[in-house]
């Protein structure tokens, strides 16, 4: 066994054995004031031979970092085609449509469902979702007297036929045979508006609203709601008017279809003004709801007179 160092006497640290049946160094990593940190000793004559091999360690040194200088030891011609492929890729990517020419194009279409209204109506050139009004216009041409009107739930799977058709094609009949249920119309215009990222009346009117349903002082409390009606959005306050006037037609009809001013109002409340976060006396709250629907209702003519 014998032991190596080449610090001389005056290095401290640990000396540790070196084997030669392994061929190998098995260890020594020595630490002092003349010591190299880090550093791996060999014995003198191992070291030599590897010199002699391997070339000293700064030629060691410099061939590491032409290996991972990028493209070196690649040949030419190789290195000539990857240029190639890379400038292609770039013209490429150059070169590619911008996703508004895309949808300028009509090879691909922005979804309904679930698009804000201000967005759907600017993309749309109109002040009412188209999907709205041919939804309005179906339902009373099928017949106001439907029992169940808006209150009555259509197929669920054929109203998320209806939703993919709406998001996937431009070209929707809602005279199609699949579509003739007219309940099933109610109920993707309901879901519509449920799924709006924000309500008809928006999240920043919601404490208005129901500070103003809450005055008791009629005339004041009616005032109060067409002032807050009249200063909506326009895309807004024109979508709700078509809507609350295609609604006062169906109560116009509540001896056939069942549906009174309140049972509308039921239904359509927390769907049209509903907070921005949920609030601890939620029940209380839905009865607001429905009472500022209620009015509109009831006021339709005073807040949306004819042009």
Not at 91 to 119: H, M, N, W
Not at 129 to 142: D, L
Not at 225 to 242: K, M
Request: net charge neutral; glycine share 6%.
């Amino acid at each position: 066994m014998s032991y190596i160092s080449r610090d001389g006497p005056r290095a401290f640290g640990s000396l540790i054995p070196y084997e030669p049946t392994l061929g190998a160094l098995v260890g020594c990593i020595k630490r002092g004031r003349n010591s190299d940190p880090g550093r791996r000793y060999l014995p003198p004559e191992e070291e030599s031979e590897s010199s002699a091999v391997f070339g000293s360690s700064e030629r060691l040194g410099s061939c590491r970092e032409d290996e991972a200088r990028p493209g070196a030891g690649v040949p030419g011609g190789l290195e000539s085609d990857v240029s190639k492929v890379r400038y292609k890729l770039r013209k490429f990517l150059l070169r590619r449509p911008t996703l508004q020419s895309l949808r300028e194009k009509g090879y691909i279409k922005d979804q309904v469902f679930g698009c804000a209204l201000a967005v759907l109506c600017e993309r749309e050139r109109s002040s009412v979702p188209r999907f709205v009004q041919q939804c309005i216009r179906a339902v009373e041409a099928r017949g106001l007297e439907i029992d169940g009107l808006y209150r009555i739930s259509g197929n669920l799977a054929t109203i998320q036929k209806l939703r993919y058709k709406v998001d996937h094609d431009e070209r929707l009949d809602l005279d199609d045979g699949r579509w003739e249920d007219v309940h099933v119309i109610t109920g993707a215009l309901k879901l519509f508006f449920r799924e709006l990222p924000e309500p008809l009346f928006p999240f920043c009117y919601f404490r208005q609203f129901i500070t103003a349903i809450k005055l008791q002082d009629q005339a004041q409390r009616s005032r109060c709601v067409r002032d807050l009606v009249r200063s909506l959005p326009a895309p807004n306050h024109d979508t709700l008017r078509l809507l609350i006037q295609h609604l006062c037609r169906v109560i116009e009809h509540g001896e056939q279809n069942r549906m009174s001013v309140q049972s509308v109002a039921i239904v359509f409340g927390p769907t049209l003004l509903r907070p921005e976060t949920e609030e601890t006396s939620m029940p209380m709250t839905m009865v607001f709801q429905n009472q500022v629907v209620e009015l509109i209702l009831q006021q339709c003519a005073d807040i949306f007179p004819p042009h």
